[in-house]
């Protein structure tokens, strides 16, 4: 008999009798007899695993036989559905590397190095570009990695690691390895995500010396990249998660080809949608709530300055939602406007206070856009929809009282791949619209 099969123990039970209410008693989860470590999960965990997802969730989770970080996943009847990381902490329990045993260490770093080795060669096309070398490397599950994210900017490689199982020498040392191997940079940088590092009760903190670097007295942590011909500035140690939104790469370029005349872009950052639509209009304004992210725009600014001829860009430290009601409230006008906030919905319970939120941005804009104007609106959040999305923009044209055009339906750049039953992968919506 398998160690993943069902043991039948003790005598045969009586069903089990009805409450005089007619409510049935609720039954008790059969313990399953396993030998080696194992995670028995439930049925609900069970169908979504065969549906394709690679998530599964405490919750869900009905039995562990010797914790450790690499698990075997059964299903109730002890049925095999896998090998899984564990993370004891995390809400995600289990995540899924193989639909297959992994009987040893060993085989879970060769089958490591082997996607990573091709999730590096898919994207050589991107960042050998002639005018791009930075892009994501590895989008953890998309490239079923999961709790890998890898980001190469210019000769800069940053890597993290956002689960438990994968908190350890052999993984770095093979990461390390293969990254070496294959792009030969400059630098590998760790960059931790403090607050999955606190969820995962990970709390000894990395000394923040880069993994690898080639000059070891002088470690190269600030670069300038290329972003679809743009020069852009990248500090190792400072800005959101691990630096730049590469994922808006291609959108970047798009509200530049339908940009035009004077152009306010929302929640810039540093810049990156402002620098580019600077390429095909007369007056570019961007707008965000950080001081630190607009001197980096600045910076920006300054080394692609020849490359917008006569265009004018200026930065405004405000909040966008106070800024927007302001300006539009005083008639102030623009051709084109782009709308990129962070994240308003982190959870499911946030999502209604984030369609309102969205509503919100979407009406101010389209009251201050002139008729045939522009509106790149941008979402994030993947606990709000794209048919959501959909529909809080085309309820605030309808309280604008404007005629609104989809022009095009975008997501995220070919380096952050798409899985289509993962819809976690599925995160960033931009909507590019004609407003009459």
Known sequence: MSPYEKKQTGKKQAAPRRKPSGTPRPQAIPSIQIEGPAAVISRRAADRLRAGHVWVYKSDVLQISEPQGLLPVVDQRGILLGTALYSPASEISLRMVSTEALES?????????????????????????????SCRLVFSEADGLPGIIIDKYGDLVLLQLLSRALDNHAVRLLVVDIIRQELDPETIVER??????????????????????????????????????????YDASAGQKTGAFLDQRENY????????GE?????????????HMAKSCSRV???????A???IAERNLEANREAFGVAEVDWVEANAFDLLRDWSEAGREFDTIVLDPPAFAKSKRA??????????????????????????TCSCSHHVSLADF?????????????????????????????????PETEYLKCLILKVD
């Open 285 to 291: 304004t961007g707008v965000d709530v950080s001081r």
């Open 105 to 133: 260490d060993r085989q879970w770093l060769d089958l490591l190095r082997e996607r990573l080795r091709a999730a590096i060669r898919e994207r050589k096309e991107i960042f050998s570009a002639k005018d791009t070398d």
């Open 263 to 275: 152009a306010l872009d929302v929640c810039t950052y540093q810049g990156g949608f402002a620098l």
């Open 390 to 422: 959909s529909d809080v923009v085309a309820a605030a044209a309808g309280d604008a009282g404007r005629r609104v055009r989809l022009l095009e339906r975008r997501g995220a750049a070919a380096d952050h791949p798409v899985v289509i039953t993962i």
């Open 192 to 233: 931790p995500d403090a607050r999955i590092r606190e969820l995962e009760e990970l709390d000894v903190p990395l000394d923040g010396a880069p993994l690898y670097a080639k000059n070891a007295a002088d470690p190269l942590l600030t670069t300038t990249f290329h972003l679809n011909g743009l020069k852009l500035h």
């Open 293 to 295: 992210a607009l001197e």
């Open 351 to 376: 999502v209604e206070g984030a369609l309102r939120g969205y509503k919100e941005m979407n009406l101010r804009a389209m009251k201050m856009l002139r008729p045939g104007g522009i509106l790149v």
């Open 253 to 260: 370029a798009a509200a530049a080809r339908y940009a035009f």
